[in-house]
């Protein structure tokens, strides 16, 4: 039993990174349409960059998180005034094709500065376990788990009540009537592509600070799909959930494939075994928008 | 007169290929309501959306002619610049943000105006629409068309504009709902001394508020003059209010007629 309580709260913290990941999908995805293939790239960007300047620059980790996200934002502009802006009102999958290939590009970048060798970040948090219900947690599982809520209602906040929050969903729901009202739609989309940024970033900076990084944590791009597919493409509290439900589900599966079947691995496809079934169920996800229709 | 809105010969080309404004002229008297009516594919929207800046979106160039507000040149700018100088235009179809509620729709009508205002023209708005404050709350997608349209002219409200575009308000709505929105515009007017050009098929709704009015046909004005005039005009209103001249149904002679007299006005 114990063992089971262990995997599901490690699949939450694993879960909450896949939510913020998500989350910067699924903004992206509501305001732009954009379907972006490098969001796990973002992630792989932001986890590096932090790991220079913490270890190859020496800068105090909280500096080092902050300037991260600070570069964050221009890499959400640089990426929609380069990439995607030469691209608006051009065929969907040619724009899809394109993240495709930035996800290799930066994915080339980042194994030309750094390696493809793992790189361990410096210890912020203690190592001493905290015992939460009797069950031994890391604390840096405990700060992930915080922050991740934490991002979670700041965003929440922004997109409810803030006068920009608002008119990007105005934007994604309708362009031209939001353009309409005068709302400056294409300084929207790189709203949209800083928030996917910076929140991709900080899921790499803790994914760093638990397990360390490697030119290969660009695949979290592809758990991410299972997660927003089951939440809804464009729906954040889906991707909040599809993220947490996708992590625990994963850990769990492979913890029991591991008990019964003695079979190790399964994690990495248990999340899209999940997908299929869920899909199966509920095609438009758990909270997919089904156009609103009046009676 | 005083003219806040004049267009010049505008010509206006859809996908670089189909010309659809041949050289369309008119003037929005400050202060006043000018209605633009017209048949279906005349013209009408696509004159209003040259005017505010979102035939970009579509596709659409201005390939002649001027639109001059306040006597300087407005074509060519991006629909926020045309917002933020006072123009603000209520599209076609309504155009609500179905999954925001009431309220945030009404607060996007406010995006390009100070935050301090915001509270007190969401006052006026409920001033003029009642329904919409008991439905504030509510995602604006579950409204009736009615109350939808009262959202969209809220919007037009909340941004204050001094030259106001409105899009066939009428359109789809009950007849009754159709005279309250009518006077809620003619209101709106007379309080704010907001201009406003008027599209729309109703031409007895529209001639009813408006003091000037033109009519067009296939991308060029046939024929304006005041709504009293073209109210007792015998070709509107047999073909623009349905009143046959005879009492008989229009027959193609009357057309043809209709045509020629068309072609001599233009
Ligand atoms: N985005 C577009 N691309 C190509 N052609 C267009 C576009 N929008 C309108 N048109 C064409 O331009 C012509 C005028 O259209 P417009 O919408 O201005 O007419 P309208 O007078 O508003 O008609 P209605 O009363 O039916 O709304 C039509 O023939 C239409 O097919
Ligand atoms: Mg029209």
């Given at each position: 039993m114990e063992y089971y309580l262990q995997l599901i709260v490690n699949g939450l913290v694993v879960g909450s990174i896949y939510s913020l990941v998500a989350l910067g999908f699924v903004i992206i995805y509501k305001a732009t349409k954009v379907v972006n293939f490098a969001q796990g790239e973002m992630v792989m960007v932001g986890a590096y960059i932090c790991f220079a300047l913490t270890v190859q620059f020496n800068i105090p980790f909280i500096w080092a998180f902050l300037i991260t996200l600070g570069f964050s934002v221009l890499l959400g502009l640089a990426i929609e005034r380069m990439v995607l802006r030469p691209l608006i009102g051009e065929e969907h999958i040619s724009v899809i094709m394109v993240t495709v290939g930035m996800s290799s590009v930066l994915k080339s970048l980042v194994q030309l500065c750094w390696g493809t060798q793992i790189k361990v970040y410096p210890q912020v948090l203690p190592t001493e376990p905290v015992m939460i219900a009797g069950l031994p947690v890391a604390p840096v599982y405990i700060a992930a788990f915080i922050l991740s809520v934490i991002l979670f209602a700041v965003f929440s906040v922004f997109f409810k009540y803030s006068r920009t929050g608002v008119a990007m969903r105005a934007t994604a729901f309708d362009q031209q009537a939001a353009q309409s009202m005068g709302i400056g739609i294409k300084n929207i989309f790189a709203m949209s592509w800083c928030i996917a940024c910076i929140v991709s970033a900080v899921g790499g900076v803790i994914l760093g600070n638990i397990n360390g990084i490697n030119s290969h944590i660009g695949h979290l791009g592809l758990k991410v799909f299972p997660a927003v597919i089951l939440g809804g493409l464009d729906s954040l509290l889906g991707a909040a959930l599809g993220g947490l439900i996708i992590g625990v589900l994963e850990n769990v599966c492979d913890g029991a494939a591991r008990q019964f079947f003695n079979l190790g691995g399964f994690r990495e496809v248990a999340a899209f075994i999940i997908l299929v079934v869920i899909l199966m169920i509920k095609p438009y996800g758990l909270f997919g928008t089904k156009e609103i229709e009046r009676v | 007169m005083d003219d806040i809105l004049k267009v010049e010969n505008l010509e206006v080309v859809y996908n670089d290929v189909v010309l659809v404004l041949k050289g369309l002229s008119l003037a929005c008297p400050r202060g006043r309501i000018t209605a633009l009516l017209g048949a279906n594919g005349a013209g009408k929207s696509t004159t209003l959306k040259a005017i505010s800046g979102l035939l970009e979106t579509e596709d659409g160039e201005v390939t002649d002619g001027v639109v001059l507000y306040n006597d300087e040149p407005i074509q060519g700018l991006i629909p926020e610049r045309i917002v933020k100088r006072g123009i603000f235009q209520v599209m076609e179809g309504r155009r609500i943000f179905e999954d925001l509620t009431v309220e945030e729709n009404l607060r996007c009508g406010a995006f390009t105006r100070p935050r301090s205002e915001i509270a007190e023209s969401?006052?006026?708005?409920?001033?003029?629409?009642?329904?919409?404050?008991?439905?504030?709350?509510?995602?604006?997608?579950?409204?009736?068309?009615?109350?939808?349209?009262?959202?969209?002219?809220?919007?037009?409200?909340?941004?204050?504009?001094?030259?106001?575009?409105?899009?066939?308000?009428?359109?789809g709505l009950a007849p009754l709902l159709v005279e309250e929105i009518f006077e809620i515009i003619k209101r709106f007017n007379q309080d704010e001394g907001v201009t406003i050009l008027l599209v729309e098929q109703n031409a007895r709704a529209a001639l009813s508020v408006a003091e000037r009015a033109y009519i067009m046909e296939n991308g060029r004005v046939v024929m304006d003059g005041t709504a009293d005039d073209l109210l007792h005009n015998p070709d509107v209103q047999e073909f623009y209010l349905g009143m046959g001249r005879t009492g008989d149904k229009k027959s193609y002679r009357d057309v043809k007629h209709y045509r020629r007299r068309k072609r001599w006005l233009g």
């Open positions: - | 969401m006052e006026r708005v409920y001033a003029y629409f009642p329904r919409l404050k008991e439905r504030s709350r509510q995602l604006a997608g579950y409204m009736s068309g009615g109350e939808q349209q009262m959202c969209a002219i809220g919007r037009a409200i909340m941004a204050r504009p001094e030259l106001l575009l409105l899009d066939e308000p009428s359109l």
